[in-house]
């Protein structure tokens, strides 16, 4: 499975963004996904995970009230909307696809992994 990040760009603090993330082929019931980002000189960070149905879903503190994470099976896609975008939300996003139906926080529970999309975030 392939994956593609897109909808990275340059953004004023306060702003929103909206990423999305193609697969190559439609999910099955054991693929969950999420979002990691990775900022200039630090590892890289879980953001938001959702289940292969889209009924479950995780954020990190850090995002939780301003991110929401969503899919479309149909579309092979999953999407990002981040709201109230402060500089410290500058980093690379990733997507990632897990071989669980509901993946978790940890990367180590997701097999693919797209190459990122910058979001930059202007004070």
């Known amino acids: 499975v392939q994956l593609q990040a897109s909808g990275g760009g340059l953004v004023q603090a306060g702003g929103f963004l909206s990423l999305s993330c193609a697969a190559s082929?439609?999910?099955?019931?054991?693929?969950?996904m999420g979002w990691f980002r990775q900022a200039p000189g630090k590892e890289r960070d879980f953001v938001a995970a959702?289940?292969?149905?889209?009924?479950?879903?995780s954020y990190s503190d850090s995002v939780k009230g301003r991110f929401t994470i969503s899919r479309d099976n149909a579309k092979n896609t999953m999407y990002l909307q981040m709201n109230s975008l402060p500089p410290e939300d500058t980093a690379v996003y990733y997507c990632?696809?897990?071989?669980?139906?509901?993946?978790?926080?940890?990367?180590?529970?997701?097999?693919?992994w797209g190459r990122g999309t910058l979001v930059t975030v202007s004070s």
């Open positions: 959702i289940s292969w149905n889209g009924q479950y879903t």
């Open positions: 082929r439609r999910p099955s019931s054991n693929n969950g």
């Open positions: 990632a696809g897990s071989l669980r139906a509901v993946a978790g926080q940890g990367a180590d529970g997701y097999r693919y």
